[in-house]
Nanobody, 127 residues
């Protein structure tokens, strides 16, 4: 059974940092593109960033320079390091994975194209 399990969410003050983890099980995800999405209160789900199987990354403009995605192939885990957090970063953060999504395309940012999803972890940034 394939599972993505996020962890690391919590309450943090504005300007602080958090690191989210997404642990994959049930198969090896080393060849998958892994992505992070988020959904804030009253907002639609939005793309945060993604990491290719090769290690290349892409980010939404709203988090560029503040968030960093990395992956540990041995642990089958992807991380989202979030620095300089703002109140507008408050959201449920989701990990997603897909083996065939187009990297250099708007499709990368379209959540419905991803095959696997985690259950989400809440991040709350207090101002």
């Amino acid at each position: 059974q394939v599972q993505l399990v996020e962890s690391g969410g919590g309450l943090v003050q504005a300007g602080g940092s958090l690191r989210l983890s997404c642990a994959a099980s049930g198969r090896t995800f080393s060849s998958y593109t892994m992505a992070w999405f988020r959904q804030g209160p009253g907002k639609e789900r939005e793309f945060v960033g993604a990491i290719h199987a090769s290690g290349g990354t892409r980010y939404a403009d709203s988090v560029k320079g503040r968030f960093t995605i990395s992956r540990d192939y041995a642990k089958n885990t992807v991380y989202l390091q979030m620095n300089s957090l703002k109140s507008e970063d408050t959201a449920v953060y989701y990990c997603a994975a897909d083996a065939a999504i187009a990297w250099n395309s708007v499709r990368l940012t379209q959540g419905y194209r991803y095959e696997y999803w985690g259950q989400g972890t809440q991040v709350t940034v207090s101002s």
